[in-house]
């Protein structure tokens, strides 16, 4: 990244600040069982983990979920190998504006969407991401523990050493599944 990116990436973050309320306070952990929608925001530019999101998201509705997923590919154009589903879409740096954050109106309709569940699934710290998980409306969200991130997450995962996205995946519906649970 140049130091012109690093300059609209922290003037993004400080104006996303401003314009994204946090919720403070106490925020309840959804049950798994009571989960309808769910939003996948992933880095799309590897292959290697576009198979990955794809086979974490046909576990989630085997489970019964509803799963959209949105991934930020770190190119100028849409590369002619992403191809967009009814419940899959993409973004990329064309579609952003001076600051680097997404605009709702070249997204598409994830970013309209009010999911139950936002996972967050990246270690990357990249802001194109992160103001992606910041502007998205969703009940609760999880993500990785990122250095220096920004403070969008209702609950963080850290997955020590082990920074695969199967494993970030596996934790975040395991915490889910055990914690809260009600009959």
């Known amino acids: 990244m140049d130091w012109i990116d690093k300059i609209k990436d922290t003037l993004g973050a400080w104006k996303l600040s401003h314009q994204v309320k946090v919720e403070k306070g106490i925020v309840n952990i959804p049950n798994f069982k009571d989960i309808q929608d769910i939003g996948l925001i992933y880095n799309a530019t590897q292959a290697k983990e576009e198979e990955q999101i794809t086979r974490i998201a046909h576990y ?49 309709q994830f970013m309209s969407h009010k999911f139950d569940l936002l996972l967050n699934i990246y270690f990357e710290p990249l802001f194109p ?9 969703a009940k609760y969200k999880m993500g990785a523990q990122l250095p220096n991130g920004l403070n969008y997450n209702h609950s963080v995962i850290d997955t020590g050493s082990d920074h695969s996205i199967q494993s970030l995946s596996a934790q975040m519906v395991h915490y889910l599944k055990v914690i809260n649970q009600h009959d």
């Open 60 to 108: 989630l509705r085997d489970q019964g979920k509803k799963v959209w997923t949105m991934g930020f590919v770190e190119s100028k154009t849409l590369p002619y190998n992403r191809k967009f589903h009814i419940s899959s879409e993409y973004f990329w740096k064309e579609q952003l504006n001076f600051f680097n954050t997404p605009q709702k109106e070249k997204v598409g």
């Open 129 to 137: 991401l992160q103001a992606m998980s910041s502007l998205c409306e």
